[in-house]
């Protein structure tokens, strides 16, 4: 045990920034924005690996458009190394969809196992030199966050992704109390699904409500991060498998991505 912390510290003291995305429920646009984040830091010029560890319902590769089997990502090194999938030039990827060897396949693990295999993931990837290293996290405090931040050890920080209405406000204030226990910074929250701009007309609908996670954040003094409308585009993006970043770079919804990156690389 004490070996294992040795060698992820090794393998993370060259990683510079880590950085945990939670949310309270599944479905607000966790992964969505995990991987945007991604795409953003890389296409700066930044050196970043995404580490999936929804490991029951692992999006990453689907919103990426990569796949890889277990054959190509386990290498034939002693003891076997996994080697992170690369999404781009500055952009690697780790997640349990490349060991599950069937897109249908069904994770039935117990939480030791989860735990094990996140220290998989931060101790036998060859993630090499990074700057940053942005972990999607399954919704909630469950196992899996709680098995990250632990093994991580000093994460930079989190960033915690929520939709405006109550309902999921309240699971978000949970996250907040996640964190602050467990000494985890809290680098912001993003609001998303946050209003819809109607294409014919131009009208913003607040379907869910706006701007509850806005003062969510100031209530709980901690730091706001952007705004993202409900777009449709990201939906389109997301199951084509090309980042919407990649693909709609001049929107309204690219720019609020672009504003919650510089809101933290300024903390950084
Ligand atoms: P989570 O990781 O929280 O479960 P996902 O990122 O997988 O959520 O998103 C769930 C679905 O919602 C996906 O189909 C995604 O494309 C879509 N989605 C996320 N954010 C938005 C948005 N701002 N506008 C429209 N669709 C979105």
Same mark, same amino acid.
């Given at each position: $045990?004490?070996?294992?912390?040795? /060698? ?13 995305? +939670?949310?309270?429920? #599944?479905? &607000? ?5 995990? *991987?945007?984040? *991604? ?12 580490? %999936?560890?929804? =490991? ?15 054959? !190509? ?33 069904? @994770? =039935? ?7 094990? &295999? ?6 036998? @990837? *060859? ?8 972990? %999607? ?5 469950? %196992? /899996? ?5 632990? +093994?991580?050890?000093?994460?930079? #920080?989190?960033?915690? &992704?929520?939709?405006? !209405? ?16 467990? %000494?985890?910074?809290?680098? #912001?929250? @993003?609001?998303? $699904?946050?209003?819809? @701009? ?7 609908? *607040? ?20 705004? =993202? ?8 993006? #997301? ?30």
């Amino acid at each position: $045990m004490a070996n294992d912390h040795a /060698e992820i510290g090794m393998r993370m003291e060259k990683i510079k920034h880590k950085i945990l995305v +939670l949310s309270g429920k #599944g479905g &607000v646009g966790k992964s969505t924005v995990a *991987a945007n984040l *991604a795409v953003s830091l890389a296409g700066q010029g930044a050196k970043v690996g995404l580490l %999936d560890v929804d =490991i029951h319902g692992p999006s990453i590769p689907q919103l990426l458009g990569i796949s890889a089997t277990p054959d !190509q990502v386990i290498t034939q090194s002693e003891p076997p190394l996994l080697s992170p999938v690369r999404a781009s030039p500055n952009l690697c990827v780790m997640s349990t969809a490349f060991l599950l060897g069937h897109r249908d396949a069904a @994770v =039935i693990w117990r939480g030791p196992m989860k735990h094990n &295999v996140i220290k998989q993931f931060l101790k036998d @990837v *060859a993630w090499g030199d990074l700057d940053y290293l942005i972990v %999607d996290s399954p919704p909630g405090t469950g %196992d /899996e966050p709680l098995a990250a931040v632990q +093994l991580l050890g000093n994460a930079t #920080g989190a960033v915690i &992704v929520t939709t405006p !209405q109550e309902l999921a406000i309240s699971d978000v204030r949970k996250c907040v109390t996640f964190c602050r226990q467990l %000494d985890l910074p809290i680098l #912001g929250v @993003v609001e998303n $699904m946050s209003g819809f @701009v109607c294409p014919s007309c131009g009208e913003c609908i *607040a379907i869910f409500k706006s701007g509850g996670g806005q003062s969510m954040a100031e209530s709980l003094k901690i730091p706001f991060l952007t705004r =993202i409308p409900i777009d449709p585009r990201l939906v389109e993006a #997301g199951d084509s498998g090309i980042s919407y970043l990649t693909r709609f770079p001049e929107t309204e919804t690219a720019r609020a991505f672009e504003t919650a990156v510089a809101r933290i690389a300024r903390t950084m």
